[in-house]
């Protein structure tokens, strides 16, 4: 006779927590370990982009090799996120000789924990487990998750996701097709899918994530998002957002570390055309909006060019929400009549660069550079050199929104060496105007 699981709510924050495995799996799950405050030890010989960009900034611990026993020491608990039954089983029962509660990926009926269908709405978490059923506890998570918003925010039309928003559980899931009015309406003409040839195809949805905080996709955005079959995904967009995907998706990343390994955009274009090809809703994830500095625009065409039905879905770009994250209004009234967006990722003096920084340093209103934080110093010096006053407040907000962010605030002619000092690490968004301080008392 099978007992039923005690359920239990871990405070994991300063807690080892050991995830064995560095692929997609792991990529899901580790984001919701970090936002309980875990002390995550990440093992594994290689790590998704995703996961790597993770461990650069210090967000968690990566032993690069396969696992060992002394692993273990000092764990609370063990997530094995590796689709090797043997491997996964050794890790398993070392767990258990040290009553260590382990979470299996591949096997939730040889696993001693469960990971349940969560939703979050402000304080109140909720958690469903449905007798090792995944389909059961998604099916009541939502139906949940939805009365909650209903309940906590009357006057919403249409559910919102909250911070952190919903997880699934471990083990096979279910598709779960929201009932959507919209959703007739993803291409212009109405069509969910096209045909061709002798079948159907599928279509792809550029859907940007916003900038950090996984409440502040759309709901459209969210929704579509909830229907994938495949996701490619950025490494910027929110990692909570992943782990609210159903088991059974396929999750590409699709991560671009500045200045380090990358996938190459025409890659990133095929996989999207053969999956859709393939009959599958592929939604291309990115960070902040699609079309901003987010190749989105060569996606559209490529799939255009294969046939493929293609959305776009607007989201919220980090040029905007990043100052105001950090009480600083891109416009204001007697201050800036204007914000202009740039990218610094290339230096001024580069062949390719086709931003105009003489004609930039003469304008009176807020200069938002993003990607710019490498070339900072060579930008800084430039816009001093065509008139821009050194004097000019500056600032840099790191990863607006999300509880990791910072604020540097200085002067045009001190904010590299600021930044430096300070060790900011990308993504970051540099300021430059009266705006830094308008809003000070």
């Excluded at 929201?178 to 550029?206: E, F, K, M």
């Excluded at 009549?337 to 340093?361: I, K, N």
Aim: glycine fraction near 10%.
């Amino acid at each position: 006779m099978t007992s039923n699981p005690y359920p239990l709510g871990l405070r994991l924050h300063g807690r080892r927590v050991v995830v064995v495995g560095g692929g997609a799996v792991a990529t899901r799950r580790v984001p919701a370990l970090l936002d309980a405050g875990a002390d995550v030890l990440l093992v594994a010989p290689e790590l998704t982009p995703a996961l790597r960009a993770r461990a650069d900034a210090g967000r968690l611990h990566w032993v690069p090799r396969r696992f060992a026993p002394e692993d273990l020491d000092g764990a609370w608990l063990v997530q094995v996120a590796i689709d090797d039954p043997i491997a996964a089983a050794s890790v398993s029962a070392l767990a258990a000789e040290r009553r260590i509660f382990c979470v299996r990926a591949d096997d939730r009926s040889a696993a001693t924990a469960w990971t349940p269908a969560v939703t979050r709405h402000g304080p109140v978490t909720v958690a469903v487990l449905g007798g090792g059923d995944p389909r059961r506890a998604m099916t009541v998570r939502d139906a949940i998750r939805e009365l909650l918003a209903v309940r906590l925010s009357p006057a919403a039309a249409t559910p919102t996701p909250d911070r952190s928003a919903t997880s699934t559980p471990d083990g096979p899931g279910a598709v779960l097709t929201p009932d959507w009015p919209g959703a007739a309406a993803l291409n212009p003409d109405g069509v969910g899918a096209a045909a061709t040839g002798g079948g159907r195809i599928g279509r792809v949805a550029l859907v940007g994530s916003g900038p950090g905080d996984p409440e502040l996709i759309t709901v459209r955005g969210w929704r579509l998002l909830t229907e994938a079959d495949v996701v490619v995904a950025d490494r910027l967009v929110p990692g909570l957002l992943l782990d609210e995907l159903r088991p059974d998706v396929e999750l590409v990343d699709a991560s671009k570390i500045p200045y380090g390994p990358s996938r190459a955009q025409e890659e990133i274009n095929q996989i999207l055309v053969d999956r859709a090809l393939a009959g599958a809703f592929v939604v291309r994830l990115k960070g902040g909006d699609p079309y901003v500095f987010g190749r989105g625009g060569e996606e559209l065409l490529a799939c255009a060019a294969a046939g493929v039905p293609v959305t776009v879905v607007p989201g919220v770009t980090s040029s905007i929400a990043a100052p105001a994250a950090a009480g600083i209004p891109v416009t204001h009234r007697g201050v800036a009549h204007e914000f202009t967006v740039v990218s610094g990722h290339l230096a001024p003096d580069a062949p390719a660069s086709l931003v105009r920084w003489d004609a930039l340093a003469g304008l009176r209103g807020t200069l938002v550079i993003l990607m710019g934080l490498k070339n900072l110093a060579a930008i800084s010096r430039t816009l001093i050199a065509h008139g821009r006053p050194p004097q000019t407040p500056a600032a840099v907000v790191q990863e607006a929104t999300t509880g990791a962010q910072r604020v540097l605030r200085s002067t045009l002619d001190a904010v590299a060496a600021d930044v430096l000092a300070a060790d900011l690490r990308p993504p970051a968004v540099v300021v430059v105007g009266d705006v830094v301080h308008a809003l000070d008392g």
